[in-house]
């Protein structure tokens, strides 16, 4: 079975590309973690969604294509060379653009303020996560990428790195929980084990 027969990209995606190999950057997310994106996205409509590490745009651009005409998305990321790419390609009234720190960015908003977090740089990922989780509403997805396969939830099948996502509220696990790795996030109250609602797709890129 091929994951990637028949699966539609957004039209800006092959401009991206093209100026991602440019510039050189190399922290990108492939066609499967797009596509998961750009569905969780299609469950949100009118939902507000973030995205930290804006880079060239590419997972900007498949959040775009699966969120609906009343959603909203902000990317941010400090580096305005990378992004100045998105900005370009992703000419969109839908999305607005921030260059600065995302942590900043963070504290900024008011909590529970996004549908959907993407957290594809450092901050809200292997810094300031709580932060970032306390801008969750209810029923809202976090998602993360570029990590290491032992961070990975392992579904079924052979071993190896896994997508996976779950709705997330405000509950939280205890510290002893998140210190084991981001396997411990529950989707309802701590009583109840849940699935966790941290996706992450394959190893870090070189």
Do not use: H
């Not at 996560?129 to 976090?142: E, K, M, N, P, V």
């Not at 929980?177 to 529950?186: I, K």
């Amino acid at each position: 079975m091929n994951d990637y027969e028949g699966l539609s990209r957004p039209a800006q995606l092959p401009r991206i590309l093209e100026a991602t190999r440019k510039v050189g950057f190399l922290k990108t997310s492939d066609l499967l973690a797009g596509n998961l994106l750009r569905t969780l996205a299609a469950t949100k409509p009118g939902g507000r969604l973030l995205g930290i590490g804006t880079g060239t745009g590419i997972a900007t651009a498949w959040l775009l294509d699966g969120m609906d005409d009343a959603a909203s998305l902000a990317s941010v990321d400090r580096d305005s060379r990378v992004q100045a790419v998105a900005r370009e390609i992703c000419n969109d009234r839908r999305v607005r653009f921030f260059t600065g720190e995302a942590k900043a960015f963070l504290e900024s908003e008011p909590a529970e303020s996004f549908d959907l977090i993407f957290a594809g740089g450092q901050a809200g990922k292997f810094t300031d996560l709580d932060l970032g989780l306390s801008r969750l509403r209810r029923g809202a997805f976090y998602i993360v990428d570029n990590m290491s396969c032992t961070c990975f939830i392992r579904l079924s099948g052979p071993p190896g790195c896994a997508t996976s996502a779950a709705p997330l509220t405000r509950a939280r696990t205890s510290s002893s929980r998140r210190s084991a790795g981001l396997r411990g996030w529950s989707s309802a109250p701590a009583e109840a084990e849940q699935p966790p609602a941290i996706a992450a797709d394959r190893s870090p890129r070189s």
